[in-house]
Structure formats: C-alpha cells, structure tokens
C-alpha cells in the first residue's frame, strides 16, 4: 500500500522560511503532489514534481528526490496567511485516487 | 467561472438516518472525485467518476455509494449513518484526461455531524 510521513506541526514567525518535509512508500510512484487547506475549507492545490528536482511558483517551492522517496514544501518571506494545514499527496496503484499525509500545521506568528 | 459547488455545507443527522450530499464540478470537468476527511486527518479518497461510470472506490463500507449525472453533477449517498461518519466531505473536480500536474478543484465541503 501506500503511506506518507510529515510532521504534524511547524511554527515560525513572519518574513522567515520554513520547509515542510514528506516521505512516502508506494509500490508505483506517478508524483508528489502539496495542497493547502485552512481552518477545514478547499484543499487548494499548490504543486507537483513528478522529476527529481526543484519546482518554484512564486514564495512556494517544492523538492522532489525519487531515490529518497522524499520531498519538501518551500514556504518563504512567511505571511500570516499562509497559517493553514499543507498536505502532501501521491496517486494510488490505480493512478484514480490521491492518498493524502495526515497533514502538517503552519502556525505563523508575527 | 464558478468553482466547485457543494450543498448543503453544513448538515446534522441522526444515527442510522441517510444522507445525500450533491456537487457541481467544474465547468468543463467530466470526472468527480468525492473524499471524507475527518478532523485533524488527511482527506480519504471515497468514489471517483467519471463519464457517469464508476472509475475508483476506495475502502468504504457499501452503505455509501455515489452517482453521476449526465450533466456530470454527482450525489453521495450516504445510508445506516454511524457516530464516525462525522466528518467533511469534500468533492473534487477535475479535465478529462488531466495530469496531477493540473491539481484537483476542491469544493469548500459539506460538514456532516451525526448525533
């Protein structure tokens, strides 16, 4: 089956960076996906690596090392904003389904 | 555009009662996903459709069960509700053929209290 890892809180305080870790284990890997959610709405999808590497989208990067089964979440120059719950997230063997971590907390403070 | 849409948002049932929850996808959007996501947990994949035919389930008793209507609309039903069934249901749209580097359209979610 598939599982992912990440801790469940983070805390850091405004204009700093913070990164948020994952590892997974899957008998088939497509990708990793990361989504944000705050205070229990929308999952808002933030980005994917399907390739070893750095991906940038504006503040938010995020890292993938296949051989690892490892990646990372970004997160710089902080907002208050961004305080929500970051999920990290792989395809099942079907490729039909995502399977989500259990989340990590982002508390920003000022 | 509108989003993902929902209905009803928040809900509060009695247990061994029946639910139905409804979603409207994405314009556009042919497959729906629908997941339940319990407090301080990751969401849990339930049913994806796609072209009104069943593509996924995940492990989920048969008490729910889920549609897709021609105009690519979806329900969950939701029969014999349990205590644990308590949690946010989210439904998530996504292209024909997209790739998970497109993401999932997460609706905002219907939050069911069994009592």
């Known amino acids: 089956g598939q599982s992912l890892e990440q801790p469940s809180e983070v805390t850091a305080v405004e204009g700093a960076i913070v990164q948020i870790n994952c590892t997974y284990q899957t008998s088939g890997f497509y990708g990793l996906s990361w989504y944000q959610q705050h205070d229990g709405g929308a999952p808002t999808f933030l980005s994917y690596?399907?390739?070893?590497g750095l991906e940038e989208t504006g503040r938010f990067s995020s890292f993938l090392s296949r051989s690892d089964s490892y990646g990372y979440l970004l997160l710089q120059e902080l907002q208050m904003k961004d305080s929500a719950s970051y999920f990290c997230?792989?395809?099942?063997?079907?490729?039909?389904?995502?399977?989500f971590g259990k989340g990590t907390t982002l508390s920003v403070s000022s | 555009d509108a989003g993902v849409t929902q209905s009803p948002t928040h809900l509060i049932k009695t247990r061994g009662q029946q639910v139905t929850l409804r979603c409207s996808p994405i314009?556009?959007?042919?497959?729906v996903s629908w997941y339940q996501q319990v407090l301080g947990q990751g969401p849990q994949f339930i049913f994806q459709y796609y072209e009104k035919e069943e593509r996924g389930r995940g492990n989920f008793p048969d008490r729910f069960s889920a549609r897709q209507f021609p105009n690519y609309s979806s329900e969950l039903n939701v029969n014999a509700l349990l205590l644990g069934d308590s949690a946010l249901y989210l439904c998530?749209?996504?292209?024909?053929?997209?790739?998970?580097?497109?993401?999932?359209?997460f609706g905002s979610g219907t939050r069911l209290t069994v009592v």
């Open positions: 998530a749209s996504s292209l024909p053929g997209g790739s998970d580097r497109d993401g999932y359209t």
């Open positions: 314009s556009g959007h042919k497959s």
């Open positions: 690596n399907a390739l070893d």
């Open positions: 997230a792989v395809r099942d063997l079907a490729g039909t389904a995502l399977i």
